[in-house]
Structure formats: structure tokens, C-alpha cells
């Protein structure tokens, strides 16, 4: 399915510690006129797509929001998505009239379990509460049959929740979430150059392998990790084609392109994929010769600023890479997968 994603500005009520819009002064926080918003749907319309995504800045703030919306309907896309943070969410009329418009899913924004943590993280006291608020009417809304492509949690993997993975996907499937991404840290704003913002990945590696045991014995959800490059996980997972397809997101990940209005008048547009592993990630020495190199963007450049790049290391073969090119939807996939793929999984990570 081809996929395009349009930012609507810069407008937000959190001032996350490592986002890049936290950067954006006041002048640049600004909302993209509805005409200019409505000529790129018409124009991903005419070339084709049929999934469209809105970010920010925070969409649910967008004035124009449920317009816009309710536009990319009626032109004929068949997957609406909205990235938020969340917030307003709690609010069920605003809930309401979004998915009247016709969102059929919610990629909510969330950092950790704790309210002290995802205050600290969103710059806002209270973030956390109302999140949870917002969380909770979408769980509501999807078991109602009003989110066709689902609700999932997107978090990236920080100082702040690096080693408690586990703890912080067992506290959402409680509330009934079943599908999470985690991605590691792009190290921007406050997070640029700080150790204790940017963990180091093989330790972020190791939890991850153990929410991932956790996940199969007991959690069943549709778990994936983004920007940890392929060479990190163990040999033994990687061998393992299925888990290696489930649980790393650039293997099975829609393939975006994005309209982003960077001054409100001019849209710039560019693959996602492509920017990632040509300008904000590092090609190293050791890729050249990576037998995963068609599929890993390899790790964050200003991670390698913090942290160098002792860790990498090239493979020798990625059974999970073969067909990912074309990588596929994430919605509806089960987490749970055979007894004797347990098994392996399980045994890989001891190893």
C-alpha cells in the first residue's frame, strides 16, 4: 500500500525534551493554510495513494482538522491515519468528531508508564493523566468497531525506560493496547550529545529481547522496534525468519513518502526511509561488507557522536531480510506465534 504522510505545522502543546519541533521557534509555529493542506491530498490522491497520515505539531489541534479529514474520505482513501500525543483525546467529543470524519487509526504517542517520566518527557505536568484518559477512549472506540485499522502506541526506547520495556508494555496491555512500537532515541534538542537521554543500544538490545520472551509466553501483542540496526540482535534471531520479520518494524514498515510544510507556504517533500539512511544516519566502515545493508539504515549519526561505533559489526546473512523490500501493514498481525518459535526466541536471548 502506498503511504503518504502530510505535516500540518508545528502547533503543539507538549515541548518534549528530544523532539525536533521543540526546536521551532514561535514564529515557525504555525498552522498550514487548509488550501495548501487540501492541494497535497489532491495531489497524493491523483498519484495514486490510498494511505494518508496527518502529523505535527499536534493535529487535534489543527483548526482545520476534521475538514481536511472528512476531504481525504471522500477522494477515496481507505486508511486515514492520525499521529498525536494524545491529550486531547480524554476529551470524548473531540474523539468523536474525528472519527466521524473518518480517521480509521490512532498512533498515539507515549514514553514510559509513569507519570513522572512522561511529564518530564512532554514538558507538561498532567501530560500523563490525560494521555491515559485519551488511551483509554480509543481502546473503547476500537472494541466499538469505529477503528477498522486499529490503535497502536508508538514510544521510543530513552534513558528514562530503556530497562523497563517489559513493565511499560505489561501496564498497556492491562488497559487493553495491543499493538506498540518502540523506537530508539533520535538524539535531537535536549537529547543531542546527552548520555543520559541516549542509552546504549546493545543494552536497549538486551531488553528488548527480554520483552520479546515476555511477549510469546504470556502478552501476545504486535511488538516492533525501529532504528536499532540489524547487526545488534543475536545470530540465532536473526536466523529465525519469522521473528525477525515480527519484531523488526524496517522489515514489514509501510514505505512513506512526506509532504512537510517547513515555512506554512512551500510543501518539502521527501521519501522517509531514504532521508533516515542518507542524511540522519551514519554509513559505516563495517556496512560496506553487511550482508543486512539493503534493509538496516544503520544507527543514528548523533548517536555515534555520543556513543562511537565499536558496537557494530557486519553479518553474515539476515534470513528475515527476503521479501521485506515492499514492506508490509502492521495492523491485525498476532504476536504470538508458534510453540517452537517460543522456543528459539527464548533461547536466543540466553545466548
Known amino acids: 500500500m502506498r503511504n503518504i504522510e502530510i505535516n500540518i505545522g508545528m502547533v503543539c502543546n507538549n515541548r518534549c525534551v528530544f523532539c525536533v519541533n521543540s526546536q521551532v521557534n514561535a514564529a515557525g509555529r504555525r498552522w498550514v493554510s487548509k488550501e495548501r493542506v487540501v492541494a497535497e491530498i489532491d495531489r497524493a490522491a491523483a498519484r495514486g495513494y490510498h494511505a494518508l497520515g496527518f502529523l505535527?505539531?499536534?493535529?487535534?489541534?489543527?483548526?482545520?482538522?476534521?475538514?481536511?479529514?472528512?476531504?481525504?474520505?471522500?477522494?477515496?482513501?481507505?486508511?486515514?491515519?492520525?499521529?498525536?500525543?494524545?491529550?486531547?483525546?480524554?476529551?470524548?467529543?473531540?474523539?468523536?468528531k474525528l472519527l466521524e470524519a473518518g480517521v480509521t487509526r490512532f498512533a498515539v504517542s507515549i514514553h514510559s508508564h509513569e507519570a513522572a517520566v512522561e511529564d518530564r518527557i512532554n514538558g507538561r505536568k498532567g501530560a500523563f493523566a490525560e494521555k491515559l484518559a485519551g488511551i483509554d477512549n480509543l481502546v473503547r472506540a476500537a472494541a466499538a468497531g469505529h477503528l477498522r485499522d486499529g490503535v497502536s502506541l508508538n514510544s521510543c526506547i530513552h534513558g528514562l525506560n530503556w530497562n523497563r520495556l517489559t513493565e511499560m508494555a505489561r501496564f498497556f496491555r492491562a488497559r487493553g493496547i495491543s499493538d506498540m512500537r518502540f523506537n530508539f532515541l533520535r538524539p535531537e534538542h535536549q537529547a543531542a550529545g546527552n548520555r543520559e537521554l541516549v542509552p546504549r543500544l546493545p543494552d536497549?538490545?538486551?531488553?528488548?529481547?527480554?520483552?520479546?520472551?515476555?511477549?510469546?509466553?504470556?502478552?501476545?501483542?504486535?511488538?516492533?522496534?525501529?532504528?536499532?540496526?540489524?547487526?545488534?540482535?543475536?545470530?540465532?534471531?536473526?536466523?529465525?525468519?519469522?521473528?525477525?520479520?515480527?519484531?523488526?518494524?524496517?522489515?514489514?514498515?509501510?514505505?512513506?513518502?512526506?509532504?512537510?510544510?517547513r515555512d506554512a507556504v512551500v510543501p518539502h517533500r521527501f521519501n522517509w526511509r531514504r532521508t533516515r539512511s542518507t542524511t540522519l544516519k551514519a554509513r559505516l566502515p563495517v556496512c560496506e561488507a553487511c550482508a543486512a545493508a539493503r534493509i538496516c539504515e544503520g544507527p543514528w549519526t548523533k548517536y555515534v557522536a555520543i556513543w562511537g561505533a565499536d558496537e557494530f559489526r557486519a553479518v553474515g546473512g539476515v534470513k528475515g531480510a527476503e521479501g521485506a523490500k515492499g514492506a508490509k501493514d502492521r495492523k491485525g498481525r498476532k504476536g504470538g506465534g508458534t510453540a517452537r518459535e517460543r522456543g528459539k526466541v527464548a533461547r536466543g536471548t540466553r545466548a
Open 56 to 96: 505535527g505539531g499536534e493535529i487535534t489541534y489543527y483548526p482545520r482538522a476534521v475538514e481536511v479529514i472528512r476531504l481525504a474520505r471522500e477522494k477515496g482513501f481507505t486508511r486515514i491515519s492520525l499521529c498525536t500525543n494524545g491529550r486531547r483525546l480524554a476529551r470524548q467529543e473531540v474523539l468523536d
Open 204 to 261: 536497549a538490545v538486551r531488553e528488548a529481547l527480554r520483552l520479546i520472551v515476555e511477549n510469546h509466553r504470556h502478552l501476545r501483542m504486535t511488538i516492533t522496534f525501529g532504528d536499532i540496526p540489524v547487526c545488534l540482535w543475536p545470530p540465532s534471531f536473526l536466523a529465525n525468519a519469522a521473528f525477525a520479520r515480527r519484531y523488526i518494524g524496517e522489515f514489514r514498515d509501510l514505505d512513506t513518502d512526506v509532504s512537510e510544510f
